[in-house]
């Protein structure tokens, strides 16, 4: 008797009780991007891949110039090296961290130069506030006169 009422109950799904309830999904837009990858480790380049990265970057490739930028310590002359390379090259987010490091220069040829990769940093999207750029305009202005 027992063997019919537990064959029953099973068959009847009765085994859980309580059935798994499956949260909703977020709410709000998900963005996917194919081929993307996490660089919070501090953009480190394995060295399995590092010599083919520095090719790349020699033949021109901007987004290999700025991989290697941020893969070297802050302050390294590699660092300044590709991150110069990748401003060239035309990585906007490069010619901003230029306009960073050269900003406040030792002298107002520094400071063009800073201007001249803050308006490139402009035009290329990085720097969506126009009053930054005319405020580093004008304080540039003050350092010629």
């Known amino acids: 008797m027992n ?3 537990l064959i029953a109950c099973l068959l009847s799904g009765c085994s ?3 059935p798994t309830r499956v949260p ?3 709410s709000g837009a998900e963005m996917v991007l ?3 990858t996490a660089i919070a ?3 480190t380049i394995p060295d399995a891949e590092l010599e083919a990265v520095i090719a790349s970057a020699k033949e ?3 987004g290999a110039a700025m991989r290697l930028s941020l893969h070297y310590a802050p302050s390294s002359p590699e660092r300044k090296f590709w991150q110069r390379s990748a401003a060239e090259l035309g990585v906007p987010a ?3 961290n230029e306009w960073v490091r050269l900003k406040a220069g030792p002298d107002c040829a520094a400071m063009r130069e800073a201007l001249t990769w803050l308006e490139k940093a402009y035009v290329g999207g990085v720097v969506s506030d126009k009053r930054k750029l005319l ?3 004008n304080q540039v202005a003050g350092c010629e006169q």
Do not use: C, E, L, T
Request: hydrophobic share 20%; aromatic share 8%; charged share 15%.
């Open 3 to 5: 063997r019919v009422i």
């Open 16 to 18: 859980a009780p309580h």
């Open 24 to 26: 909703p999904p977020p």
């Open 34 to 36: 194919p081929g993307a």
């Open 41 to 43: 480790d501090g953009s």
């Open 60 to 62: 021109g490739s901007p």
């Open 94 to 96: 490069a010619q901003y």
């Open 135 to 137: 405020d580093y305009r």
